[in-house]
Protein backbone atom coordinates (compact mmCIF):
# COMPACT_ATOMS: atom_id res chain seq x y z
CA UNK A 1 0.00 0.00 0.00
CA UNK A 2 1.18 3.54 -1.19
CA UNK A 3 0.07 6.83 0.70
CA UNK A 4 -2.17 8.80 -1.86
CA UNK A 5 -0.44 12.12 -1.52
CA UNK A 6 3.22 11.52 -1.00
CA UNK A 7 3.56 7.90 -2.62
CA UNK A 8 5.65 6.45 0.12
CA UNK A 9 5.07 3.09 1.41
CA UNK A 10 3.14 2.03 4.40
CA UNK A 11 3.86 0.17 7.00
CA UNK A 12 1.06 -2.41 7.53
CA UNK A 13 -1.60 -1.76 10.08
CA UNK A 14 -0.68 2.29 10.00
CA UNK A 15 -3.33 4.61 9.99
CA UNK A 16 -1.37 7.75 9.01
CA UNK A 17 1.76 8.15 6.40
CA UNK A 18 4.29 8.19 8.73
CA UNK A 19 6.09 10.82 6.06
CA UNK A 20 3.40 13.58 5.76
CA UNK A 21 0.46 11.87 8.12
CA UNK A 22 -2.29 11.01 5.16
CA UNK A 23 -4.66 9.14 6.71
CA UNK A 24 -4.13 5.51 5.86
CA UNK A 25 -7.55 5.04 4.65
CA UNK A 26 -7.16 6.71 1.42
CA UNK A 27 -4.10 4.51 0.52
CA UNK A 28 -3.78 3.24 -3.18
CA UNK A 29 -2.47 0.57 -4.39
CA UNK A 30 0.09 1.96 -6.59
CA UNK A 31 2.39 5.17 -5.51
CA UNK A 32 1.19 8.54 -7.13
CA UNK A 33 3.16 10.06 -10.05
CA UNK A 34 4.81 12.61 -8.78
CA UNK A 35 3.75 15.95 -10.49
CA UNK A 36 6.51 18.53 -12.85
CA UNK A 37 6.66 22.05 -12.58
CA UNK A 38 4.24 22.30 -15.94
CA UNK A 39 1.25 19.79 -14.41
CA UNK A 40 2.35 16.99 -16.20
CA UNK A 41 2.84 13.55 -14.65
CA UNK A 42 6.63 13.06 -14.25
CA UNK A 43 7.82 10.11 -16.38
CA UNK A 44 10.36 7.71 -14.20
CA UNK A 45 13.86 7.22 -14.58
CA UNK A 46 14.06 3.19 -15.88
CA UNK A 47 15.68 1.38 -12.97
CA UNK A 48 18.62 -1.23 -13.47
CA UNK A 49 18.07 -4.93 -12.35
CA UNK A 50 20.67 -3.59 -9.18
CA UNK A 51 17.58 -1.02 -8.31
CA UNK A 52 19.54 1.95 -8.94
CA UNK A 53 18.75 5.07 -11.75
CA UNK A 54 20.27 4.02 -15.19
CA UNK A 55 22.42 6.92 -16.56
CA UNK A 56 20.09 6.54 -19.94
CA UNK A 57 21.31 9.92 -21.30
CA UNK A 58 24.27 8.88 -21.61
CA UNK A 59 26.08 7.74 -24.70
CA UNK A 60 27.28 4.17 -24.80
CA UNK A 61 30.86 3.57 -23.95
CA UNK A 62 32.81 3.87 -27.63
CA UNK A 63 36.88 3.29 -26.22
CA UNK A 64 38.72 0.26 -27.24
CA UNK A 65 41.87 -0.82 -26.05
CA UNK A 66 44.94 0.39 -28.65
CA UNK A 67 46.52 -2.54 -29.83
CA UNK A 68 50.04 -3.61 -30.28
CA UNK A 69 50.91 -1.64 -33.64
CA UNK A 70 49.25 1.34 -32.88
CA UNK A 71 51.46 1.88 -30.13
CA UNK A 72 54.35 0.26 -31.89
CA UNK A 73 53.29 3.71 -34.55
CA UNK A 74 52.86 6.44 -31.90
CA UNK A 75 56.41 5.07 -30.35
CA UNK A 76 57.98 5.88 -33.72
CA UNK A 77 56.68 9.50 -33.52
CA UNK A 78 57.86 10.01 -29.86
CA UNK A 79 61.54 8.37 -31.16
CA UNK A 80 61.71 10.75 -33.88
CA UNK A 81 60.23 14.24 -32.43
CA UNK A 82 62.69 13.12 -29.32
CA UNK A 83 65.99 12.34 -31.71
CA UNK A 84 65.09 15.87 -33.65
CA UNK A 85 65.20 17.68 -30.18
CA UNK A 86 68.21 15.70 -28.82
CA UNK A 87 70.12 16.35 -32.30
CA UNK A 88 69.26 19.85 -32.26
CA UNK A 89 70.95 20.24 -28.16
CA UNK A 90 73.87 17.67 -28.84
CA UNK A 91 75.47 20.22 -31.68
CA UNK A 92 75.54 23.67 -29.66
CA UNK A 93 76.86 20.97 -27.03
CA UNK A 94 79.64 19.56 -29.02
CA UNK A 95 80.57 22.94 -29.90
CA UNK A 96 80.75 24.28 -26.74
CA UNK A 97 82.51 21.34 -24.51
CA UNK A 98 84.70 20.77 -27.39
CA UNK A 99 83.87 16.87 -27.04
CA UNK A 100 83.92 16.98 -31.02
CA UNK A 101 88.04 17.93 -31.08
CA UNK A 102 88.39 15.25 -27.88
CA UNK A 103 87.02 12.34 -30.20
CA UNK A 104 88.95 13.53 -33.57
CA UNK A 105 91.80 13.46 -31.31
CA UNK A 106 92.21 9.59 -30.66
CA UNK A 107 94.47 8.26 -32.91
CA UNK A 108 94.73 4.18 -33.13
CA UNK A 109 98.38 4.46 -33.59
CA UNK A 110 98.95 5.51 -30.72
CA UNK A 111 98.45 5.43 -27.21
CA UNK A 112 95.38 7.36 -25.82
CA UNK A 113 95.83 9.90 -23.36
CA UNK A 114 93.86 9.14 -19.68
CA UNK A 115 92.26 12.09 -19.10
CA UNK A 116 90.68 12.35 -22.89
CA UNK A 117 89.44 8.97 -22.77
CA UNK A 118 88.00 9.91 -19.00
CA UNK A 119 86.81 13.26 -20.27
CA UNK A 120 85.11 11.29 -23.35
CA UNK A 121 83.34 8.72 -21.13
CA UNK A 122 81.81 11.87 -18.53
CA UNK A 123 80.37 13.16 -21.98
CA UNK A 124 78.82 10.38 -22.80
CA UNK A 125 77.62 9.78 -19.79
CA UNK A 126 76.07 13.25 -19.16
CA UNK A 127 74.42 13.51 -22.57
CA UNK A 128 72.55 9.48 -21.91
CA UNK A 129 71.82 10.71 -18.34
CA UNK A 130 70.32 13.94 -19.93
CA UNK A 131 68.34 11.99 -22.71
CA UNK A 132 66.39 9.46 -20.44
CA UNK A 133 65.61 12.61 -17.88
CA UNK A 134 64.22 14.30 -20.92
CA UNK A 135 62.38 11.56 -21.93
CA UNK A 136 61.09 10.68 -18.72
CA UNK A 137 60.08 14.48 -18.26
CA UNK A 138 57.99 14.35 -21.58
CA UNK A 139 56.42 11.20 -21.34
CA UNK A 140 55.54 11.81 -17.85
CA UNK A 141 54.13 15.57 -18.58
CA UNK A 142 52.12 14.63 -21.41
CA UNK A 143 50.61 11.51 -20.13
CA UNK A 144 49.47 13.31 -16.97
CA UNK A 145 48.16 16.47 -18.77
CA UNK A 146 44.95 16.92 -20.10
CA UNK A 147 45.84 15.55 -23.39
CA UNK A 148 46.35 12.02 -21.36
CA UNK A 149 49.05 11.30 -23.96
CA UNK A 150 52.57 12.30 -25.93
CA UNK A 151 52.42 13.51 -28.89
CA UNK A 152 52.45 10.35 -31.14
CA UNK A 153 49.94 8.97 -29.05
CA UNK A 154 47.74 12.01 -30.02
CA UNK A 155 48.02 11.95 -33.69
CA UNK A 156 46.85 8.67 -33.07
CA UNK A 157 43.81 9.44 -30.82
CA UNK A 158 45.48 7.28 -28.12
CA UNK A 159 44.74 8.06 -24.49
CA UNK A 160 46.65 6.61 -21.47
CA UNK A 161 44.17 5.75 -18.23
CA UNK A 162 44.26 4.61 -14.94
CA UNK A 163 42.43 1.04 -15.03
CA UNK A 164 39.10 2.98 -14.25
CA UNK A 165 39.66 4.82 -17.94
CA UNK A 166 40.49 8.11 -15.35
CA UNK A 167 43.63 10.54 -16.06
CA UNK A 168 46.79 9.17 -14.60
CA UNK A 169 48.96 11.64 -11.98
CA UNK A 170 52.24 12.83 -12.90
CA UNK A 171 53.51 9.76 -9.92
CA UNK A 172 51.75 7.21 -12.32
CA UNK A 173 53.67 8.30 -15.12
CA UNK A 174 56.84 8.52 -13.73
CA UNK A 175 56.28 4.53 -12.97
CA UNK A 176 54.98 3.66 -16.25
CA UNK A 177 58.40 5.41 -18.01
CA UNK A 178 60.41 3.59 -15.71
CA UNK A 179 58.68 0.47 -15.90
CA UNK A 180 59.45 0.36 -19.32
CA UNK A 181 63.16 -0.41 -18.16
CA UNK A 182 61.93 -3.64 -16.77
CA UNK A 183 59.86 -4.50 -20.16
CA UNK A 184 63.21 -3.92 -22.27
CA UNK A 185 64.96 -6.71 -19.74
CA UNK A 186 62.69 -9.32 -20.85
CA UNK A 187 64.18 -11.25 -24.01
CA UNK A 188 62.80 -11.30 -27.61
CA UNK A 189 60.50 -7.93 -26.71
CA UNK A 190 58.10 -10.22 -24.75
CA UNK A 191 57.19 -7.55 -22.50
CA UNK A 192 56.16 -5.37 -25.20
CA UNK A 193 54.59 -8.10 -27.66
CA UNK A 194 51.71 -8.89 -24.62
CA UNK A 195 50.11 -5.37 -25.40
CA UNK A 196 49.25 -7.39 -28.76
CA UNK A 197 48.01 -10.86 -27.03
CA UNK A 198 46.64 -9.89 -23.62
CA UNK A 199 42.70 -9.59 -22.77
CA UNK A 200 43.22 -5.29 -22.32
CA UNK A 201 45.89 -4.76 -24.32
CA UNK A 202 48.49 -4.16 -21.70
CA UNK A 203 52.41 -4.35 -22.19
CA UNK A 204 54.14 -5.43 -18.72
CA UNK A 205 54.81 -1.59 -17.55
CA UNK A 206 51.15 -0.84 -18.08
CA UNK A 207 50.24 -3.96 -15.75
CA UNK A 208 52.72 -2.94 -13.49
CA UNK A 209 51.72 0.80 -13.38
CA UNK A 210 48.44 -0.14 -13.14
CA UNK A 211 47.45 1.71 -17.01
CA UNK A 212 45.75 1.27 -19.96
CA UNK A 213 46.19 2.52 -22.99
CA UNK A 214 43.01 3.87 -25.04
CA UNK A 215 41.55 4.69 -28.16
CA UNK A 216 39.62 8.03 -27.75
Sequence with gaps: MFCSKCGSTLSPGSAFCQVCGTPASTAVTQPASPISASG?????????AAGTVSPHWLPAASRAYAGFWLRVV?????????GVVVFAILIPVLMLTGLGSIVHS?????QPDPAVIAALISSVSLLAAGSIVGSWLYSAYFESSDWQATVGKKVLNLVVTDLEGNRISFGRATGRFFAKF?????????????????????????MIASCLVLRS
Design 40 to 48: AAAIPAPVS
Design 74 to 82: AHFIDGLLL
Design 106 to 110: ISADR
Design 182 to 206: VTALIPLGIGYVLAGITEKKQALHD
